[in-house]
């Protein structure tokens, strides 16, 4: 978006948005909300932060390294604060739908597949396997950003769009339904995973900081995660191949440590095209607005 005095990328664009359609629906569910002003004081800031981008966004401004980077990705820097505030978001209408949830799996597969999964597969060298894919996850967001900043310079900003774009469309989706997944909603040894090596600890840091009882349906990391497929296998090739096999792993993996029921991964599945492909129609509107 340009005019004589503002040079508004069309993420700035979809974060302004989505910052003001969330902050509509917060002043909608204020009696049942606490600690509003906080939420409303990271929008004034973040909307201040993007207007001063916008103010001095120049071909001057842009030859500084420094400034380009940060113009460019604090979409990505920020997801992690929006996705949790989905939790704080996702009661103003409707109540966790997991006892649904946990009836439409055992009214098709017979079982609970988040359950039965690791109980089948209890082995150390598995569940290593399975939280190595699972964590590999939180390393594409910025990894493939920082991939196309340095080989595809051209398509970066449609790449960052279409990322920041998508995820916040499903952040929309989690706090408008809200699922906690089997991890939050089962209890015990239900509720447990396998623990292994490293990377079960590293996860078990990772969803310390940034998990929520929220977003379990659609799977966002099987959504995402085909994204990211859609997206390096057209401007990154080489990508593509190197994240094929992990991402495949995600998908299983995100049942094994129990923080998706199944129907969350066929939800991700059919979901993912469907947000890529809105997402990439937003960036072309608003790249010519």
Avoid at 90 to 113: A, H, K, M, R
Avoid at 217 to 233: A, D, E, K, N, Q
Avoid at 259 to 277: C, K, N
Wanted: hydrophobic share 50%.
């Amino acid at each position: 978006m340009k005019n004589s005095k503002y040079h508004f990328l069309p993420v700035d664009t979809v974060v302004l948005g989505y910052m003001f359609v969330t902050l509509i629906y917060m002043l909608f569910g204020v009696s049942r909300l606490s600690h509003i002003w906080s939420h409303i004081e990271v929008r004034l800031l973040l909307s201040v932060v993007i207007f001063a981008f916008a103010v001095t966004d120049s071909t001057k401004a842009r030859n500084n390294k420094f400034y380009f980077f940060i113009r460019n990705f604090y979409p990505l820097l920020i997801l992690t604060y929006f996705y949790k505030e989905t939790g704080y978001l996702n009661n103003i209408l409707f109540n966790y739908f997991d006892s649904y949830f946990v009836w439409v799996e055992q009214t098709l597969w017979g079982l609970q597949p988040s359950i039965e999964f690791s109980k089948h597969f209890p082995q150390k060298w598995f569940s290593e396997i399975m939280n190595f894919s699972y964590f590999f996850y939180y390393l594409l967001t910025i990894g493939i950003g920082l991939v196309a900043y340095f080989w595809n310079r051209a398509n970066m900003q449609k790449i960052i769009f279409v990322i920041a774009g998508s995820f916040l469309i499903y952040y929309l989706f989690f706090a408008l339904f809200p699922v906690k997944g089997p991890q939050f909603f089962f209890h015990g040894a239900d509720a447990k995973t396998v623990d292994s090596w490293f990377f079960s600890k590293l996860v078990k840091i990772a969803q310390g900081i940034g998990e929520t009882q929220t977003g379990a349906f659609p799977s966002s990391h099987v959504g995402m995660s085909i994204i990211f497929l859609l997206l390096t296998y057209k401007y990154l090739r080489k990508t593509f191949w190197i994240i094929l096999l992990p991402v495949i792993l995600l998908w299983f993996a995100t049942v094994y440590i129990k923080a998706h029921y199944l129907i969350d991964v066929v939800g991700g599945f059919i979901s993912a095209p469907l947000v890529y492909w809105a997402s990439v129609k937003l960036f072309r509107f608003l790249k010519h607005t």
